[in-house]
Each structure stands twice: as C-alpha cells, then as structure tokens.
C-alpha cells in the first residue's frame, strides 16, 4: 500500500505575487502575519505584499526578525507578536528558514508550548494534532521545498529540532520565480543543491511512492539543466522559473518518502558549525552517494539516464560513479567547496556531531542501514 497526498493547493508562475491580496480574501483573511526576514525587507517585497493586501482591504503587521539557522526563542517571539496582534492568518516570505519559523509560529499560537516539546526525537507526529493558523507561503529562494512539506526545523542550542506534522503543512503555497531573482549566485547554488539533495535522497529512499519518484526524476533533470545558468546569469528567466518549478516539486517528492544520511550529517553541521543547510548538503551529498551505492547502484543509473549522460558500455557500477562525479562537476562548477574544513568545520567539531546525526529522523529512511556511529564519522571525515 501507498499512500500520498500533494496538498497545499499550489499557485506558481512568473509575477503571481500579486494574487497574494485575493488568495487572502479567498482564506478570510482580516489582518495578516507577514513573517520574513530583514534583508527579504529591504528588497522591497513585503511592502508589495502590503500594498497587495491593502488593496483587498487587509491590514497586516510585519515580524522580521528570523535569522539564518533560527533559534527557538525568535519564534516564541513571533507567536507572542501574532497573538498580541490579533492576526487569523500567517503570510511567510522568505526562505526555509522563515517558512519553517513560521509553521512553529503557527503551532505555538494554537498549541502553546516551546519549540522542542514537539521534538520528533521525542514525541510522535501526532504531537501536532490541532487545526493552526492558515499560512500562505512563499519561498525566495529555489531550494527548500518548505512551501509544501510537513516539516518545520529550528535551532534549539546547538541542536536541530525536527518537528512533523500534518497540520503544519501551509494553507497554499505561492511561488513566484521573479522573487528568487535577485538571489546572489552563492545563495542560488547553495539553495537548488539543497533541492537536488532533496530529489536524489527522496528517489533512493527506504519508502517506496512511485508517484514521488516522478516528481524526483523531473526535479534531478530540471536542476541539472538549469542551476548552472541560473548562477552564471541571475537574469535567466528560463533558468529561474525551472530551478522555482524543482525545487516545489523535489519538496513534494521528500515529503512523501523523506530524505537520507545527507540530511543527518547536514542537520548537525548547521546546528554545531552554524553552515547554511544547502551548503553542508551540497559538500556531504557525494560522499555519502559513495557509501550507498552499493544498495542503491540501479537507481544510480536511472539517475544518470535522467541527467542524459552517455552510459555507453559503462557497468552498473561504472555508471553510478559516473552519476557521482557529474555531482562533484556540477558543485565545482558553481563555486560550492570541496571539503567542509574550507568552511570552518574543524575536526573536533566531529565528535558532537556523530550521536545526533547517527539520531536524526532522516537517517531512517536512507537506503543502507545500519546507520552506526561508525558510519557518520566516516562520512564527516570523508568530507573534511
Ligand atoms: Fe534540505
């Protein structure tokens, strides 16, 4: 059996902002809670979503003060402000780090609390089990998926919580390429290898959806004929409109099957080293294609007849290398690092790493198991 479903309801297309004030009269929307962050402010687009919300007759207050890799007490914060507010409805625009911020915004205000009491280390997903606030969600960045997945992140300490719950899912996801723009050419490559990190660990899974797997294998083909222009020529509107396109669909894949091992090593290197998460997985994602290969070699090679690569009497085994080292091509081609220690991670940065990634929920569903202790340091040693 499977079983699946693709909600938000999704609008996308190129200047569809500007239904943000109508798709708000369509939820009943009296007075929004725009959710960003500082420097999405000073590219001018919450004032258009003000000015769009006006125009429908909305009122609206801002809270922008979600911070890369947030910390849980920014988002207490934000649940105080909603309330204090008297808001109904959540617009959150930004990147992952504001769309999580503002699903816990949203459980916070209808089910109190702090944070990590909904760790899903500690408590099921059915911690989640009110019906929140509606959210509206738009993504800047073409990376994260966040618009249309289940999961929240948040940074308590130096450690990532996970939080999953149905109810958490926005109310509609508004993606509109022309935002990601004016994304600088580090933050594109950082975020569309987060979206293909996402594409690659959701199609070689534990969990079996063969509808998720179309909507990998469009996003694997998507990014890998598309981020490198996006970050040559920010202006390549083709090439944004593609990367936005993957990045949704590859969210809609790992929310269905969940993502693997990269996502466990990463998880850990933002929370302990601070790294934005699209980096570390870009650095991790070939090492540990290295290690599952053995289990998953025949996907490998889906993969690479996806990408278009000339498998011409190449094995199985010499076909998957060669889908990892057109990764390892595509990540010196738009300027990601090779080793982590070129990013600040130092190798006594290891040792704290390795029982919460060995933990994390999404080293369940990565192909080879066990995931031991043993097995995540290799990795963070590998990519060193
Ligand atoms: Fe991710």
Same mark, same amino acid.
């Given at each position: 059996?499977?079983?699946?479903?693709?909600?938000?309801?999704?609008?996308?297309?190129?200047?569809?902002?500007?239904? =943000?004030?109508?798709?708000?009269?369509?939820?009943?929307?009296?007075?929004?809670?725009? !959710?960003?962050? #500082?420097? !999405? $402010?000073?590219?001018?687009?919450?004032?258009?979503?003000?000015?769009?919300?006006?125009?429908?007759?909305?009122?609206?207050?801002?809270?922008?003060?979600?911070?890369?890799?947030?910390?849980? $007490?920014?988002?207490?914060?934000?649940?105080?402000?909603?309330?204090?507010? &008297?808001?109904?409805? =959540?617009?959150?625009?930004?990147?992952?780090?504001?769309?999580?911020?503002? @699903?816990?915004?949203?459980?916070? +205000?209808?089910?109190?609390?702090?944070?990590?009491?909904?760790? *899903?280390?500690?408590?099921?997903?059915?911690?989640? %089990?009110?019906?929140?606030?509606?959210?509206? #969600?738009?993504?800047?960045?073409?990376?994260?998926?966040?618009?249309?997945?289940?999961?929240?992140?948040?940074?308590?300490?130096?450690?990532?919580?996970?939080?999953?719950?149905?109810?958490?899912?926005?109310?509609?996801?508004?993606?509109?390429?022309?935002?990601?723009?004016? *994304?600088?050419? &580090?933050?594109?490559?950082?975020?569309?290898?987060?979206?293909?990190?996402?594409?690659?660990?959701?199609?070689?899974?534990?969990?079996?959806?063969? =509808?998720?797997?179309?909507?990998?294998?469009?996003? !694997?083909?998507?990014?890998?004929?598309?981020?490198?222009?996006?970050?040559?020529?920010?202006?390549?509107?083709?090439?944004?409109?593609?990367?936005?396109?993957?990045?949704?669909?590859?969210?809609?894949?790992?929310?269905? @099957?969940?993502?693997?091992?990269? %996502?466990? *090593?990463?998880?850990?290197?933002?929370?302990?080293?601070?790294?934005?998460?699209?980096?570390?997985?870009?650095?991790?994602?070939? %090492?540990?294609?290295?290690?599952?290969? @053995? +289990?998953?070699?025949?996907?490998?090679?889906?993969?690479?007849?996806?990408?278009?690569?000339?498998?011409?009497?190449?094995?199985?085994?010499?076909? #998957?290398?060669?889908?990892?080292?057109?990764?390892?091509?595509?990540? @010196?081609? !738009?300027?990601?690092?090779?080793?982590?220690?070129?990013?600040? +991670?130092?190798?006594?940065?290891?040792?704290?790493?390795?029982?919460?990634?060995?933990?994390?929920?999404?080293?369940?569903? &990565?192909?080879?198991?066990?995931?031991?202790?043993?097995?995540?340091?290799?990795?963070?040693?590998?990519?060193?």
């Amino acid at each position: 059996m499977i079983s699946f479903s693709f909600a938000p309801q999704i609008v996308f297309g190129y200047g569809c902002l500007n239904r =943000v004030g109508f798709l708000s009269l369509f939820l009943k929307t009296q007075n929004a809670f725009i !959710i960003t962050d #500082s420097e !999405i $402010e000073k590219l001018g687009f919450v004032n258009k979503v003000q000015k769009y919300l006006e125009l429908s007759g909305i009122k609206s207050n801002v809270f922008n003060e979600i911070e890369p890799n947030p910390q849980e $007490e920014t988002v207490i914060k934000g649940a105080k402000e909603f309330k204090s507010t &008297n808001s109904d409805t =959540v617009i959150a625009i930004g990147g992952g780090s504001v769309l999580d911020s503002a @699903k816990i915004i949203r459980l916070l +205000v209808k089910q109190g609390g702090k944070p990590s009491d909904y760790n *899903c280390k500690t408590s099921t997903i059915m911690a989640v %089990h009110e019906m929140l606030p509606l959210q509206i #969600s738009i993504p800047t960045t073409s990376g994260t998926g966040s618009e249309v997945s289940i999961v929240a992140m948040v940074t308590s300490g130096h450690e990532k919580v996970t939080i999953l719950g149905y109810p958490l899912i926005s109310t509609i996801a508004l993606v509109d390429p022309k935002l990601t723009m004016s *994304c600088p050419p &580090n933050l594109t490559a950082m975020c569309g290898m987060d979206a293909l990190t996402h594409a690659i660990e959701a199609f070689i899974s534990l969990r079996i959806n063969p =509808v998720a797997d179309m909507f990998s294998l469009q996003a !694997i083909t998507l990014i890998y004929q598309n981020l490198k222009k996006a970050y040559l020529n920010g202006q390549d509107v083709i090439a944004r409109i593609n990367m936005s396109l993957a990045a949704t669909v590859a969210g809609m894949a790992f929310n269905q @099957k969940s993502v693997g091992l990269v %996502h466990a *090593c990463s998880h850990q290197l933002s929370g302990q080293c601070n790294l934005p998460h699209g980096l570390a997985n870009a650095i991790i994602l070939p %090492h540990v294609l290295r290690v599952n290969k @053995k +289990v998953s070699m025949s996907q490998y090679v889906t993969l690479a007849t996806a990408l278009g690569l000339d498998l011409t009497k190449l094995s199985d085994d010499e076909a #998957s290398e060669r889908f990892i080292l057109e990764i390892e091509k595509l990540n @010196k081609e !738009i300027g990601i690092p090779e080793k982590l220690a070129e990013c600040g +991670v130092k190798e006594s940065d290891i040792a704290a790493m390795i029982p919460n990634a060995t933990s994390d929920i999404s080293a369940i569903t &990565n192909p080879l198991q066990p995931v031991t202790k043993e097995l995540v340091e290799s990795v963070y040693r590998a990519a060193l």
